[in-house]
């Protein structure tokens, strides 16, 4: 159950089999560092490519493909003070008819927020806004995290599939847990993209984007094939579903939450389906990325009365 | 501001220009009840032909196209004990490879609850299920409701439109309003298919179907044409997009709420859209009846800062 | 027998159960006209409302709902010499990225084609554009055509769905046959939306837009029940979807074919696959409408050799 | 103008920055050979494992990112006798319903087929199919195509993207051109997947399957960036859009034709748009494969007249 602290000297634009970066223990916690979605770092230095540039890849010793990595997310804290957001809605997000008046107002530009994380607030820094100095409360999470991706492949950090990635998911905040499926020996995990805080949907095409320190805790369940990303807080577990339409988010996300319900919690086929029918609950993810995302979340409170 | 008791003698299955069944003044409040989804009424009768069978229409006076129906739903309460809700997952809302597996499950059957109006509690009420007697909170809400459709068409209750008609979405519980743009003089409002609860997406095809006792009020906003279904609750503002795939119900609900925003709250579209893109939450209402509905919401806490 | 020649001194924006233009007999010819989508006629009047102003409706003597509607097409003529079309993109066809510079170029507007039905040729009739006088040959074919919709409803003629409609497709041209299940009695067959020509798609919204002079055949198949439209010409049979997303018109129209080959040509569910799968041919038909099409074809010289 | 024979001794599942089989400069001819999807050779043995495996890459001299890969298909030959093809029509291509009967009836297996090159047919070698000798003509074609993907991606040869990959469009046979966007130094074109014939769209997940010789030559557009894979032959210019949905196809193959005909043809952007509107044709690639293809075509002859 060591603690390690990682400092990056590299940052990857794919998620694939890239040289290890740390290996570590199942149990062990790290400590490290992720600069924001264009490469910037706490001294607000581009130090590296733009395009999610992840931290990683983080080796789990003892994972093999079909095993579940976990992941949880200890602490997830903004280390800058200057956060900046697009400001336009993207144009797949509204009537297509409405994309010309947003291409004349500008299409895509960002402006600036300050983020001070002991306050927890996000403040607009846009002087020529009639909305400057509007105050958001805080509410970090991480757009992007992962795995290599299966068969050998190594997918765009801009995109998200079965093996996480770019799912700009408001779940994925300070005390979260996500699984992963693991794809190659020791499952490679990969870590960026931090967002002080999102609107659901990323419908602007960015949270408010922020260089953070995060520490996460590793494990590992041997043997536990998954098929999609999971996750759970204090209140819900959660599957989702990365891919277009949305329509189909919802069936990769409803498929993977009647597999688990179906595995471990001794529920058939026809019990599960019950249950979700009247209780089931979907976050929209991103509507944003070349895949979307949707959450299937099932209260635990419920679940637990079945055990 | 006179409150009307009004008990229906027949029902509908297309939202059209049907017979007037009430003329009602701005501010006016109905009292009525809505036959179950199937038809059934309180004494769990079958009075009328299935497929979401509407109380209505009812005239406001005064109402005209171009106009804003307002509804607000002051009380929903099951009236009678047994509901009945699907039990597997509809195949269109999990992964193609698995329909199978379902359709040998049974493919579609219902199973019933009893509801428990006073405790507040819908309790599966099927001996053979190894779930029989689990309980969950009741949560009433209207899956149907909305005006005569535009242009003259009559559509059917299965499915929705810009008109509202068959959202199955939650919100529509008791204390909320719903905005219709009126197609028609009249506006002709119409409701039922009264679910004692339902889960996101009414992914096994339906919620625990009930007959209810309604009261609902309504108002009309002059000269405010709206184009997609809105509505209110104490804490969000929302807009509702009816369509397929969601991507599309996204859009529509993007849109509207764009529109709302820039409309009646001073922002121009770029502020709107920067604070959209922060702060919206987007609900799922069905992702089963021919038409899906995306529900775009934003904090009403936030907008009251900006008056 | 009977030949009727039927002017039409009212027309229909939706596709319901409107007071009866004609009765006549299986086997019976109908000589008629249209007016194009904006409602003007061979003397380039406008005699109605735009929005694909509908001729009919015919009633067919001994329909019943679950019978088919058999409709040949045995003569498309455009009788008037302008002919319009839409000359931009419509925003939903291109990458949203573009839709701005779409808009910027003037969003939806029309220019005139100068259409010859002898030559058979349209010819660009616009001074100011580059292509003034390009000529394409004329395919002439109606957009919209089908029967009153299901359950009562009236549906407008911009969409279409299992009772026809506004598809679009250039496959409906002179010589065609048209299948349509049967909802209401008599089928109340409605007809319209004349093109001298289209591509593929409709993708600026229209073809070339004109009134026509058109001639065809009712008949009948008792008992014979079909899920979605279907059509024949020399070389395929072939069945249309109608919905959105383009995936869920492949879907209708790919399961139709397999009720079709099933059904009619004793091949059972896994022969009738197989040849699908190697041999089939999809058209586009719209993609701009409320409702896409997509067209399911099968050589029926293949087919043959199986009787 | 060299001409290589080049024997593949290895074979790749991903398209990205793998080892260079083979340099050749532009205006060079290769002769190789493809295995079969299944990593089947031309004496049916299996020499590499299954999922589209890859000949290549071929490094061409001169190709930066930003210029645009030119592949002439001079020659396909399946170069043994059997084939084989999935039977079942795919989960996602029929209504969500159908698809109980269709894993009932054995969801996913193959039979064989009796591929004569010579003769130029197809011929069902599976006896107890009633349908045992049912003959189809040859229309050999390539299923999986394309360059290193973009931004050091490597991709699955089961899915396509802007680099191309498995479109599964019947359009890529004998006599056909393709242009690709090169995203790496030296392009690294990898060609597979061989059909015997194939229907639209795939939908049984398979073409005919068999393995092939197959003889290219390789050219280069300096400079000319291209965005989605291009293609040409004797009657049309076609462009491919890779996504899902399907709408998204259109979008993407739509745009593209856009650039091609404003960038190339001299046209505007109105200018393009009316002669797209009224003369494009679209064809179904595939509608099985993680991602979707639709091609959109524009006829040679009518751009013919404009330059």
Chains 1, 2, 3, 4 share one sequence.
């Not at 130090?47 to 931290?55: H, L």
């Not at 602490?75 to 809605?89: D, T």
């Not at 979260?176 to 002080?196: I, N, Q, R, S």
């Amino acid at each position: 159950m060591a603690t390690h602290t990682f400092t990056p000297t590299r940052y990857w634009n794919t998620l694939g089999s890239h040289p290890v970066a740390l290996r570590v223990a199942p149990g062990d916690t790290v400590r490290t560092t992720c600069v924001d979605a264009r490469g910037r770092d706490a001294q607000d230095l581009q130090i590296t490519s733009p395009g999610n540039p992840m931290t990683g890849p983080f080796y789990l010793e003892g994972a093999q493909p079909g095993d579940t990595l976990v992941v949880r997310l200890d602490r997830l804290l903004p280390n800058r003070r200057r956060g900046w957001s697009g400001v336009l809605l993207a144009p797949n997000v509204v009537e297509p008819r409405d994309v010309g008046q947003l291409a004349q107002a500008g299409g895509y530009f960002i402006w600036n927020w300050e983020v001070d994380a002991e306050v927890g607030t996000a403040k607009l820094n846009h002087p020529e806004s009639p909305l400057h100095g509007i105050e958001l409360a805080l509410d970090p999470m991480l757009g992007c995290l992962g795995v290599a991706a299966e068969g050998g492949q190594a997918i765009s950090t801009a995109t998200s599939g079965p093996h996480g990635g770019n799912m700009d998911y408001r779940g994925f905040r300070e005390g979260a847990t996500a699984y992963f499926p693991v794809f190659t020996e020791g499952a490679l995990f990969f870590l960026g993209d931090g967002h002080a805080l999102q609107g659901d949907g990323e419908i602007c095409g960015t949270g408010i984007e922020v260089s953070m320190e995060v520490q996460f805790t590793l494990d590992l369940i041997k043997g536990q094939k998954i098929e999609w990303p999971r996750g759970e807080n204090s209140e819900y577990i959660f599957t989702l579903g990365n891919a277009r339409p949305l329509d189909q988010c919802v069936q990769h996300a409803s498929s993977e939450m009647l597999r688990w319900l179906t595995g471990s919690y001794g529920l058939d086929l026809t019990q599960a389906s019950l249950l979700m029918g009247q209780t089931v609950r979907y976050d929209l993810g991103n509507v944003f990325d070349p895949a979307y995302t949707m959450v299937c979340k099932m209260p635990k409170k419920l679940l637990e009365t079945l055990r």
